[in-house]
């Protein structure tokens, strides 16, 4: 391990921890050039609602059947190697990405098969790496300050790059833009250097014993593998965020409104998160999850129904008040329960199986997605966007089933948990 933990300890977080943070953002703002606005510049490419649909079902689909194929490898590369020498690689797949951008233009944007899969490869290099890099850095009681903080600052990020990135598409070319991002991306690159790391003494990437050592019925076993169930579940969002964002440029139609709106949603869900951290606790938000978890469903049969820029807002409201809970909480507990079942050395093959699950849930809307392109259906498309968007309530509702089962003591252990503190301090 790069890093000692103890489970007793409440650790301050390193100065690379924090220099790996602002990396992690800069990505963020990397991330929100390469895919949304990459997406929105697609649709200019594209003859048909449908033909747009199809195309971007193609890249999304090529990025995550690359990034299933690549994970276990770069995963088991993270274990053997300086993890930090693996996520400078990562960017520099960005830096290259961003060039070819430059160079080829709309070329790139209409080899979308080509694109997919240097965007898998990058990305998953880049996970692979930044996982058990911010696992090993940031304790286990403070990963949940951690991650709300990224949240908040991601959010920020969503509320000034999409109006910037939005209104200088709209004046100057997609090219000229990505070389603003390459800078960004050269930024992230240097700083990546002031994060320190190394590789773990005698460490050894088993995916096959790991997953015989949470094959036990111990609770910390029973918390990981309830997540990777979760997770699964999880996949099904991203095909939602693809399908709203093609939902925002039919009714927008244009690069500039879409980072306008969301801009004005990012600022809602901020202060939602940030409430949420102050005054909840786990095992005690049954009610909000039950609450929330009517929105994307209402949300999305009123906009099915009665399609309009007003109902296209409702929904991205309902979606990302939602999506920012599920994003920041099943963040805490991925990092954290590793940590409690005592298998910190494992940290590279329980990323892998994330990974590896989410992909697979991806892979499997993201293919749907490109039938109906192909089929250029209107009553599949909104059957399967209602159905994806009740994956948000779903996960909610496995929220609430997770922290009652792991967080909320019954009587009878309340009595046990007294005596057994009075025998020990009698």
């Known amino acids: 391990m790069s890093f000692s933990y103890k489970l007793n300890e409440t650790a301050v977080d390193r100065p690379s921890s924090r220099n790996l943070f602002i990396c992690h953002t800069m990505h963020a703002i990397i991330e929100l050039f390469l895919s949304t606005f990459l997406i929105a510049y697609v649709y200019n490419l594209s003859t048909s609602v449908f033909d747009y649909i199809l195309k971007v079902g193609t890249l999304q689909l090529s990025v995550y059947t690359t990034f299933l194929l690549t994970n276990v490898f770069f995963s088991y590369l993270t274990d053997k190697s300086n993890r930090i020498w693996l996520y400078r690689l990562s960017l520099s797949f960005k830096l290259v990405m961003l060039i070819l951008l430059i160079f080829l233009g709309e070329k790139l944007a209409s080899l979308l098969v080509l694109y997919g899969f240097l965007t898998g490869l990058s990305e998953s290099c880049y996970y692979a790496s930044y996982n058990v890099l911010k696992q090993e850095m940031v304790s286990r009681k403070s990963i949940s300050s951690f991650s709300v903080f990224y949240q908040v600052t991601a959010r920020m990020v969503n509320i000034i790059f999409p109006m910037i990135f939005g209104c200088l598409l709209d004046i100057q070319t997609f090219a000229q833009v990505s070389i603003y991002v390459l800078v960004i991306t050269l930024f992230a690159f240097i700083l990546s250097f002031w994060v320190k790391a190394k590789k773990p003494e005698g460490s050894d990437f088993k995916l096959r014993e790991y997953l015989r050592k949470i094959s036990n019925q111990s609770e910390p ?34 690069t500039f409104s879409l980072g306008y709106l969301t801009s004005i949603i990012a600022v809602f869900v901020i202060i939602e998160i940030l409430l949420i951290k102050r005054f909840t606790k786990e095992g005690k938000r049954s009610w909000l999850y039950l609450t929330l978890s009517t929105l994307p469903i209402i949300a999305s049969m009123v906009f099915v129904f009665n399609q309009s820029i007003t109902t296209i807002i409702i929904y991205n409201f309902a979606k990302n008040a939602t999506g920012i809970i599920i994003a920041t909480i099943y963040d805490v507990y991925r990092n954290s329960n590793l940590k409690e079942a005592g298998l910190y050395s494992e940290i590279s093959e329980h990323h892998a199986i994330v990974e590896i699950v989410l992909c697979l849930s991806r892979i499997f809307s993201y293919s749907l997605m490109v039938l109906i392109g192909l089929y250029a259906n209107p009553t599949i498309f909104n059957t399967l966007f209602i159905i994806f968007s009740c994956s948000f309530s779903l996960l909610l509702i496995l929220l609430m089933v997770y922290e009652k089962r792991f967080f909320t003591k019954t009587s009878e252990e309340k009595s046990m948990e007294i005596i057994r503190k009075c025998l020990k301090n009698p």
Do not use: E, R, W
Request: aromatic residues 20%; charged residues 10%; glycine residues 6%.
């Open 221 to 254: 076993a029973k918390k990981i593998k309830f997540l990777y169930i979760c997770y699964f579940i999880y996949g099904f969002t991203t095909v939602v965020d693809s399908l709203t964002s093609i939902c925002i440029m039919l009714n927008f139609g244009s």
